[in-house]
């Protein structure tokens, strides 16, 4: 059993704020929209995610027992960012989920990464967390495994309804009021099989 490890809390939540930071001046400044990843966000998303793995390597999944709530929230983070890295994403679901069920992180974290690994996989998602750009704009789930009783299992990992969650995501993009990029979807299909989330049959 590994006691807290303040240094470790402390350098997992710089890691985080720095990630939202750097995205925070990119929306800022109105270049995070124009493209479909910006490099300066992808740069800190693949630090932190190389970081991230030598930690798990030492010491497993860095839980509220080792770093506190904070730091295992930054973990959390840190490995839903690191969407360059489909071996990473899914290694750290499969610790996660144990964390959750031994009590050692927020069920919903586990949640917010297997969906946001389902959706790159181009599967339905289960908790209704990711969210993408209807035809006219407007935020919406993307596709839901068994919808009608997706706010169940919502509110089973601790999460708020669909709707609520809908309204709120709504209100943030018409504040940071970002760019679609043209040929966005395009880009998307492409760096799916870049990385490897796809593989081209």
């Not at 493209?35 to 740069?43: K, S």
Request: hydrophobic share 40%; net charge negative; glycine share 6%.
């Amino acid at each position: 059993m590994h006691h807290s490890n303040e240094t470790l809390s402390q350098e997992l939540v710089a890691m985080a704020k720095n990630d939202l930071s750097v995205r925070e001046a990119l929306v800022a400044d109105g270049s995070l929209g124009r493209a479909l990843y910006h490099p300066r966000m992808e740069a800190v998303h693949i630090g932190n995610a190389a970081r991230l793995a030598d930690i798990i390597e030492e010491y497993g999944w860095p839980g509220n027992h080792l770093v506190g709530e904070e730091g295992a929230w930054a973990a959390w983070l840190i490995a839903q960012h690191a969407i360059g890295n489909p071996p990473l994403m899914r290694h750290c679901l499969t610790l996660l989920k144990q964390a959750a069920a031994s009590n050692d992180v927020m069920p919903w974290q586990a949640a917010f990464l297997e969906d946001r690994i389902r959706m790159y996989e181009g599967k339905p998602q289960i908790y209704g967390t990711q969210f993408q750009p209807s035809q006219n704009g407007q935020l919406e789930p993307y596709p839901i495994e068994h919808p009608e009783s997706v706010n169940d299992r919502r509110l089973a990992v601790g999460l708020n309804t669909l709707e609520e969650r809908t309204a709120d995501l709504t209100a943030q993009s018409a504040r940071e009021n970002m760019p679609t990029p043209p040929d966005l979807d395009q880009q998307y299909q492409t760096w799916l099989y870049s990385v490897g989330w796809r593989i081209a049959s």
